[in-house]
C-alpha cells in the first residue's frame, strides 16, 4: 500500500531582508505563514542563502531573532518537531558559507542521517539547533566551493549544505546552494554562454557528481543559483529596431557602457548597459504574463537535463526587485531580471510526486508576497505531495523480496547437489 504526505519546500535569499529588517519583516513573515495556513503541509523545508546581508557582522543579532521569529509564531506550533542549521561563523570566512536550513514537521515516523549514509539514522525529535560554525555536526554537510575553482575570479560565499531525511520509509536528499553571480553586465553580454554562466554549470555539476558518489537517493535542489538570462541574445533581441552607441574609457579601449537609442521618438533611450546597471524603457516585458516573452532565454538548466527537472515556471523573474517597500512590484535597473531562485530535482524525485487525475494539478510552483515587499529576492516555494512507503508496503516488500532470494537460491543448491 502507497500513501503520500504534503511537502512545502521553500527557498529565500534574504540578505536585502536584513539589510532592511524593520521595514518588510513582518510583511515577508505574514506571507510565509500565510502559505502554510493555506497548504498545511506535514513537512516544511526553508532554505536561506545570505544569512545576516552584506553587514553580516553587524545583523547577525537580527538573523537569529528572524528565526526565532518563525520557530515560535503562533503559525509554527503545530510543528512539534524542528531541526535548525544556521552557519554563521563569520570569524573564519574560509569556510563560513551564511546559509541557512530549517526543518518543521508534524509527528510522524521522520528520519535523519547520522552520518550522511542510509545505513545509520536517527529519530528526529523536539527542538534541534546548530547554529556557528557546524563544525562537528554530522546530520549535515557543507562546502564552499574550492578557491582553485575560478583563480581569476573573486572568492565568494558560495557553496552548498546538504541534508538527508527518512520521511516514513521514503529517503530524500535536500541541497541548499548558492551559486555565483554575474559581477558585470558587460561581460555577461560578451558571449552566448557568458562566462558567468559556464562558472555556474561547472559548480552545479561539482554539486550533483557530489551527491552521485554517495548512496544515491531522490535529491531536490533549491537555493539562489543565479541563473541568468541568455544576455547576448536577449540584447541583440531588445535592441533589433535601435541604434547602438558602445562608449569607452577614454584611457583604454575598455567598454564603459552600451546605449541603445530609439530610432525615431526623439531618440529615446531604449536600454542602456553599463557594469552593474541594466535600464530597459519597457521594464513591463519581464513582469506582463510572468514574463513569458523573455522565458526561452533562461537557458542555464538545459545543461542538465540529463539529471535534472524542474515544473513549469507559471511567475516572473524572482531578481531584482526594487527594495522600496512603496514599489513591491518594480524591477531595479541593476541587473537584468532573471529566475534566480528556484527549486529543481533529480528525476527519481520527480518519480515520487503524486499527481493528481489529468486537468487536476497536485503541485504549487510559486513566487510568495508578488505584491509584497519581500526585498531584492522573491521567495520561490513549491508545494507537492511525496510518495511515502508504509510499514505494511514495506514489510510485504521485504518479505517477498527475502522469500524469493531463498527460494531461488535453496533450489539452485540443490539442482547443483543432485546433479553434480
Known sequence: METYTDVLLVTANVGSLFDNLGEIESDWLRELFGI???????????????????DYMVNMGHAE?????????????DFDRVC???????????ITLLIGVCMFYHSFTLHTSLPLTVKDFKAVSGQNKYVGSLDGV???????????????????????????????????????????????????CNASPSIYSANRQKALRYVINRLSSCTPLPFFLFGDFNFRLDTLSLVQNLSTSAEVQTVKKDSSNEVEKIICEEKDNDHKILLQIETKMFAY???????????????????????FQDVIAEEEILFPPSYPYSEDYTKPTQYMNTRCPS??????????????????????????????????????????????????????????????????????????????????
Not at 535548525?84 to 574560509?94: A, C, G, Q, R
Not at 562546502?143 to 516514513?168: A, Y
Not at 504574463?289 to 545543461?303: F, P, Q, S, T, V
Request: glycine share 4%.
Open 36 to 54: 502554510v495556513q493555506s497548504h498545511k503541509p506535514r513537512f516544511i523545508a526553508l532554505h536561506f542563502q545570505e544569512v545576516g546581508g552584506k
Open 65 to 77: 531573532n528572524f528565526f526565532w521569529n518563525i520557530e515560535s509564531s503562533e503559525e509554527m506550533r
Open 84 to 94: 535548525i542549521y544556521v552557519d554563521n561563523h563569520f570569524k573564519n570566512l574560509n
Open 138 to 188: 554530522t546530520t549535515m554537510e557543507k562546502e564552499k566551493f574550492p578557491k582553485n575553482f575560478w583563480p581569476d575570479f573573486k572568492w565568494s560565499r558560495k557553496g552548498f549544505m546538504r541534508t538527508r531525511w527518512i520521511i516514513h520509509n521514503q529517503g530524500l536528499d535536500l541541497v541548499n546552494v548558492h551559486l555565483f553571480h554575474d559581477a558585470s553586465n558587460l561581460i555577461a
Open 281 to 303: 524603457l519597457h521594464q513591463a516585458v519581464f513582469r506582463e504574463d510572468n514574463g513569458r516573452a523573455i522565458l526561452k532565454y533562461d537557458k542555464e538548466i538545459a545543461a
Open 339 to 420: 529566475w534566480c531562485d528556484r527549486i529543481l530535482m533529480s528525476h527519481t524525485a520527480q518519480d515520487i510526486i503524486h499527481r493528481r487525475d489529468e486537468g487536476e494539478s497536485s503541485v504549487v510552483y510559486n513566487i510568495l508576497g508578488p505584491n509584497v515587499c519581500m526585498g531584492d529576492h522573491k521567495v520561490t516555494f513549491i508545494c507537492i505531495y511525496i510518495y511515502i512507503h508504509t510499514y505494511i508496503h514495506t514489510y510485504i516488500h521485504t518479505y517477498i523480496h527475502t522469500y524469493i532470494h531463498t527460494y531461488i537460491h535453496t533450489y539452485i543448491h540443490t539442482y547443483i547437489h543432485t546433479y553434480s
